[in-house]
């Protein structure tokens, strides 16, 4: 069974940095596009940034400039660095990803990790 699991959330200061971790685990064929969702609190989930096999990421306007999405296809994991992180980057982020199994394909979803921007 496929599973997403994030990690590297936590407590920073404005200004600060954060690097997000995300490991698909199970049969997996190939993982299409792999993704970051975030939910602020009393807000909707909001797309953060995307990144297709073989093609450019792509951002939400208001990451643009301090977050970096990246993929290491052989650990089947995606990574978003946060730099220079505000206050209202604070929610819960989670991972999403378009994964071929041997069976199906369908997009998962990670539990989410907080990520809290305080002083």
């Known amino acids: 069974q496929v599973q997403l699991v994030e990690s590297g959330g936590g407590l920073v200061q404005p200004g600060g940095s954060l690097r997000l971790s995300c490991a698909a685990s199970g049969i997996i064929f190939s993982i299409k596009t792999m993704g970051w969702y975030r939910q602020a609190p009393g807000k909707e989930r909001e797309l953060v940034a995307y990144i297709p096999s073989g093609s450019d990421p792509n951002y939400a306007d208001s990451v643009k400039g301090r977050f970096t999405i990246s993929r290491d296809n052989a650990k089947n994991t995606v990574y978003l660095q946060m730099n220079s992180l505000k206050p209202e980057d604070t929610g819960v982020y989670y991972c999403?990803?378009?994964?071929?199994?041997?069976?199906?394909?369908?997009?998962?979803w990670g539990q989410g990790t907080q990520v809290t921007v305080s002083s």
């Open positions: 999403n990803a378009d994964i071929r199994s041997l069976t199906m394909s369908r997009v998962y």
